[in-house]
């Protein structure tokens, strides 16, 4: 395995919670504005202003594209409506009743980083994409409970992306996880599918000071992802929906602690708005 790995103590562990408090609020804010009639740009506007309020650094925000010359990304969330399936550009575009909607975002407090998403029916959906993000939501919550009982992170991807072939759908390759610390990005890269290239070289033992940001992107046709003209958005091939959800997820002596999960009591919230 030659996978470098940033592990964190337990103290800096505590110090990341913030973040993902942060985060998990900039979520339920969003989620309150998608609705039929409210545009994307509306959604990243409101988690912008409550980044401000709390003094936290977006993530997103003028991140740089990784093609030369192409511009950096725009929002403070990554808002990917229906087909779209991640890196959506928040605009113009009017939510209605029957789309769904991906919202990512990130956060930084005291050097320390969250980043977490959620995939949000509008209104009443069709059946089949009901089933797209329940089956999507619940092989991340499948991760989190495989942790603790696997050695190797491999384990955990090749059970997630069995889970979701099992109930017809694909997991995207193109993108996965990944490390989360002082930077959002750091080693290792987390897949949500098995792979030989991942076990053969850089597969990673599950140990306490991990932190990983595990994020399952499904599609309810093929896996495959195409990029739309923005330089950003990335959609599937068939133009058929697909869901996307993540936590970031911390590995401790005492188990999995997920950072960005809500608040164990209300005082969690108001400590960190009264910094």
């Known amino acids: 395995m030659s996978t470098s790995l940033n592990l964190k103590s337990p103290r800096e562990i505590e110090r990341m ?69 991640v890196h959506g550009v928040p605009g113009d575009y009017q939510l209605q009743e029957g789309d769904v909607i991906s919202i990512d975002t990130g956060c930084r407090i005291d050097n320390w980083c969250g980043d977490s998403a959620v995939t949000l029916p509008i209104g009443k959906i069709d059946p089949a994409v009901e089933k797209l993000l329940d089956v999507t939501a619940k092989t991340l919550q499948m991760a989190i409970d495989l942790i603790p009982q696997k050695q190797m992170w491999s384990d955990v991807a090749a059970e997630m992306e069995t889970y979701v072939l099992d109930h017809g759908f694909t997991t995207v390759e193109n993108f996965v996880g990944h490390g989360i610390g002082e930077n959002m990005h750091e080693p ?15 597969d990673f033992r599950l140990e306490p000071g991990i932190v990983i940001a595990v994020e399952p992107m499904v599609n309810l046709g093929t896996k495959r992802v195409i990029a739309e003209s923005d330089h950003w958005t990335m959609s599937t091939a068939d133009g058929k929906p697909s869901a996307h959800f993540e936590h970031t997820i911390a590995i401790t002596e005492e188990g999995v602690r997920v950072l960005t999960e809500p608040p164990s009591d209300p005082s969690e919230l108001e400590t960190l708005l009264s910094k």
């Not at 973040?19 to 804010?29: K, N, R």
């Not at 504005?33 to 936290?56: F, P, S, W």
């Not at 290792?188 to 850089?202: E, F, G, M």
């Open 17 to 85: 919670r913030p973040a993902g408090l942060a985060v998990w609020q900039g979520l339920q804010i969003a989620r309150e504005l998608a609705v039929a009639g409210n545009t994307t740009g509306q959604i990243d506007t409101a988690v912008k202003k409550y980044y401000q309020t709390i003094q936290g650094e977006p993530l997103f925000l003028n991140y740089p594209n990784s093609t030369p010359g192409k511009p950096a990304f725009p929002g403070v969330t990554c808002t990917s409506v229906n087909q779209q399936v």
């Open 188 to 202: 290792p890269q987390v897949p949500n599918y098995k792979s030989k290239t991942l076990r053969a070289k850089d």
